[in-house]
């Protein structure tokens, strides 16, 4: 389907903003960044068993970056030496400094195409992973955009998306429009007028909640980046399902599954929480996102129909469940240990959302590292369950909550 006149116009505007203003903040050194604790929030090989729970190895992928920006294409080719990457972008400025990092860190993994993302089909290719991340709500048509990329993406393939949220960024669109109707633009007086005003910002606007944990606003590129873009949009989160479906893709899943977890997010009473449980997983999650003020972004993955109908499910319906290899996500910790002669429970930490779990949960779970087997960790219940029954029971029940909130990843293979 040829492009609408409009929606080039409109896309060259984005274009022209990125230009001026290079988003996000240039990386100079990939490698310190990288010791320092900087990570992508689709890396490969900590995310690989989400795309494909079957496999053993994340290597020798294609993956294309679309609207890799500043950094994120260098980021994964520095990250995946065995996988080729392909960043496309239509900002100069931005490929100018992701041929900096390639040439810096000697990136032969890594090719760099100027070029719009509703043209990727003319790269020839096909891949196996599409990363594109805070760009297609950014497209006159994000729907065409994403029809785009579908068309590119290899049968059992997967992509690894990102779109603002509604929810959260309710007060940013009013901040958006108070500044459209003064008349401001994207000149440093013009950031400089927000910044003054987002100082003097009342203490109940809803924008609040968004500038806590916004992350890039001392940089004056994400100043224009949230509040004064020309052109973007949110989604709630049923708007994210019925994206995804209405382009002939399926839904595969939430990169975290915790901000949309009834049960890592709500704590009105066991009443409330089956009553919302009992309803279907999309329901569940956008009654979730409403009642926290959910997220500023919507992290998810999606991939051609043929592929999910085939594709191996984490479920713990059957005792299939005691071959997964469980592996802690990043940033989880031990908030507080189990105490055998108080029955004190073990305290989970990840990004605020805790779990408490019992002496025998806690042994369990420390014996997971992503190799070993749920049945090969059971023996060390041994001392204190002698039925397998009961040992099956407890790891079943352990690990079914584990993975509804997103706190363990599981393998197949």
């Known amino acids: 389907m040829p492009q609408d006149p409009d929606s080039s116009s409109a896309n060259d505007i984005v274009a022209r903003q990125y230009e001026a203003w290079v988003y996000p903040e240039p990386i100079a050194d990939l490698t310190k960044a990288i010791e320092d604790g900087y990570g992508g929030l689709t890396d490969i090989p900590v995310f690989g068993p989400l795309y494909w729970p079957d496999r053993r190895f994340f290597d020798k992928l294609d993956v294309l970056v679309a609207g890799c920006g500043t950094n994120e294409g260098a980021y994964h ?39 719009d993302l509703h043209e990727v089909g003319r790269l020839g ?22 029809r785009s990329l579908r068309d590119v993406l290899a049968p059992d393939g997967v992509m690894s998306l990102m779109l603002y949220g509604k929810t959260r960024r309710h007060g940013v669109y009013l901040l958006q ?62 708007e994210v399902y019925d994206f995804v479906e209405t382009n002939g893709l399926s839904f595969m899943g939430w990169l975290d599954r915790a901000p949309y977890c009834p049960r890592a997010v709500i704590s009105s009473g066991e009443d409330i929480l089956s009553r919302i449980c009992r309803l279907p997983e999309r329901e569940q999650a ?38 997964y290899r469980p592996a802690p996500r990043f940033g989880l910790r031990v908030a507080q240990r189990s105490d055998l002669a108080s029955g004190r429970p073990a305290i989970l930490e990840r990004n605020g959302y805790k779990v408490t779990a019992t002496l025998q949960e806690g042994m369990l779970l420390e014996q997971c590292n992503g190799q070993r087997r749920i049945s090969d960790i059971l023996p060390v219940l041994d001392r204190f369950v002698s039925l397998e029954d009961d040992k099956v029971a407890i790891a079943r029940r352990l690990f079914a909550a584990m993975h509804e909130m997103g706190h363990f990843l599981f393998s197949t293979w």
């Open 286 to 323: 956008e009654i979730t996102d409403l009642l926290s003020f959910g997220s500023g972004t919507h992290r998810f993955n999606a991939c051609l129909p043929a592929h999910f109908t085939r594709a191996p499910r984490i479920t713990f319906n059957s005792e299939n469940f005691l071959r």
């Open 125 to 146: 290719k096909q891949f196996d992973l599409i990363i594109s991340t805070g760009v297609l709500h950014h497209l006159a048509d994000p729907d065409a955009g994403l």
């Open 77 to 115: 080719a520095i990250r995946n030496p065995r996988c080729r990457i392909t960043a496309i972008d239509v900002s100069r400025a931005s490929l100018g400094h992701t041929k900096y990092l390639k040439e810096k860190h000697r990136l032969d993994n890594l090719e760099i195409h100027l070029l």
């Open 177 to 238: 429009r108070a500044f459209q109707l003064m008349g401001l633009g994207q000149t440093k007086v013009d950031i400089d007028i927000v910044r003054r005003l987002l100082d003097g910002i009342p203490k109940n606007h809803s924008v609040n909640a968004y500038l806590e944990s916004a992350n890039d606003l001392a940089f004056d590129a994400g100043v224009v980046d949230t509040f004064l873009h020309p052109q973007d949009r949110a989604y709630a989160v049923g």
